[in-house]
């Protein structure tokens, strides 16, 4: 007959059986779904009774993968105390292979969890809840849940490769003070899958795919800024030396530096004629550099013959009323390139922003001597506060533009603008019924006007009109 202290150690031995039995197993569910990213983390919440553990997903901004860590370290702990109990347990001679084989079992148990800790960020430690002195760190670069991820949401590998943090090698803030690299995207990016995916299919080193095109319509719609590309661009089969900077202002230029396949033109002289459907209207003349361009800004040509007026300021009379102060600015505009070439005349320095709607606008810009900026209206200009001379813009905001919008381009054109800077609205034009709500608009800015006329536009029966204005962003802030 078994002694009584036997009996009652084989009933603890079962009641440590069935415990361990339950905590194994809830680790390998871990393990498990901790191993597969792509599975539903709130699964695991089910198996919470087993340790008593609760978390509340959605309480202070934890995460699924936060729950995770901290769940495989309180398991990892409660065998580790299994383990240690077993040890103390006094033993007879009948029983030291059962108990070997208990704590071999949590020994392996552990091991696993251990090794799984391996697969999550190093960022997500369990220090990162109870820790009070932790770094300030980037947003982006702490826990974030799986579904905002941007780069769970493509497939190309590329997208997913540049739209990840890249933080920094050493560990450290550079000396921008960010803990890593953030590469942005448009936000319209995303519902734009399909076609940026597109984009970014090819093969890293290689030559880009010819879909500039492609490009244009991304940003045009939104997914602007675009990804950056691992491949080289395209560049014209028999790419020549540009025109010197003498000849090369007011000559059309060699056709061989510039790639024809996505455009209606082949050529130059295709679009500077008076052919139609060139495949675009707005500045349908403005290759024409001799008959069309050359006398703009320096002799008025659109004269309204029954009141007199022109819509046309003069580059002379406008740096009239800043004489030496304008040297710097941007031109916002439809065109070639025109008004930046006439300033450089008069020793101002334009960068010219435009897209390349149905011709080579970009190209013929920066093959005349000139700075094209290859910008999109559904961003912010590239320059800091205060510092620009003259923002001057033509045949670009017009009757089509949303109120809000143009509420938004304002206040960003005025945040680059330094203060005693001009702003010259150049020939906008909408319907007649419309014309006050913009000039409405255009007051809230506050500026002194230096210039202002409404111009009837002959073309269409009266029914719209030209507004032209030079204005002075006054200092600020307002005194009051």
Not at 113 to 136: D, F, R, T
Not at 164 to 193: E, W
Not at 451 to 461: A, I
Request: proline share 5%; aromatic share 12%.
């Amino acid at each position: 007959m078994r002694k009584p202290n036997v009996l009652m150690k084989l009933g603890s031995f079962r009641g440590v059986h069935t415990s361990i039995f339950i905590l194994g197993t809830f680790a390998l569910l871990i393990s498990i779904a901790t191993l597969s990213k792509f599975y539903s983390i709130r699964s695991l919440l089910v198996a919470d009774a087993f340790c008593n553990y609760n978390v509340d997903l959605k309480s202070e901004g934890r995460n699924g993968s936060q729950v995770i860590r901290g769940t495989v370290q309180i398991v990892m702990e409660k065998i580790r105390k299994e383990m240690s109990d077993l040890r103390d347990l006094p033993m007879d001679s009948s029983s030291p292979a059962s108990l070997l084989r208990h704590s071999a079992f949590l020994a392996d148990i552990l091991g696993l969890l251990e090794s799984v800790q391996e697969y999550l960020p190093l960022n997500e430690g369990i220090g990162y809840w109870h820790n009070s002195e932790i770094k300030a760190v980037h947003p982006l670069l702490k826990p974030k849940q799986q579904s905002d991820e941007p780069a769970d949401y493509f497939l190309i590998e590329e997208i997913r490769k540049y739209v990840k943090v890249k933080p920094n090698r050493l560990g450290k803030q550079n000396f921008m003070g960010a803990n890593g690299t953030f590469n942005s995207i448009g936000h319209a990016c995303f519902s734009m899958k399909k076609e940026l995916e597109e984009y970014m299919d090819y093969d890293v080193g290689e030559i880009c795919n010819d879909d500039w095109k492609l490009a244009q319509k991304l940003m045009v719609h939104g997914c602007d800024p675009l990804p950056r590309r691992r491949c080289f661009s395209r560049a014209p089969q028999l790419y020549s030396r540009p025109f010197y900077i003498n000849e090369s202002m007011w000559k059309l230029p060699d056709n061989r530096n510039v790639r024809w396949s996505q455009y209606r033109c082949k050529n130059f002289t295709c679009l500077a004629s008076n052919a139609t459907h060139k495949g675009f209207f707005k500045c349908a003349d403005c290759f024409n550099l001799t008959d069309h361009e050359m006398p703009r800004w320096i002799k008025n040509v659109d004269i309204d013959p029954i009141t007199n007026l022109t819509a046309d300021f003069l580059i002379p009379e406008v740096l009239d009323i800043k004489p030496g102060e304008i040297r710097i600015g941007l031109d916002f505009s439809i065109g070639t390139g025109t008004f930046a070439a006439r300033m450089r005349e008069f020793n101002v320095t334009l960068v010219s922003a435009i897209i390349n709607l149905g011709a080579p606008f970009n190209e013929m810009i920066a093959l005349r001597g000139l700075v094209p900026l290859y910008i999109t209206i559904n961003q912010r200009v590239p320059f800091f506060d205060n510092t620009l001379d003259l923002i001057h813009t033509t045949r670009f905001l017009d009757g089509w533009i949303d109120f809000v919008l143009l509420d938004f381009i304002l206040y960003d054109w005025d945040r680059v603008l330094r203060p005693g800077g001009l702003l010259w609205i150049d020939s906008f034009f909408c319907a007649k019924e419309d014309m006050n709500d913009y000039l409405e608009v255009f007051k809230m800015l506050k500026y002194k006007k230096h210039k202002w006329v409404v111009v009837p536009k002959r073309d269409k029966d009266d029914r719209e009109v030209f507004f032209s204005a030079v204005l002075e962003k006054p200092p600020r802030p307002f005194r009051r």
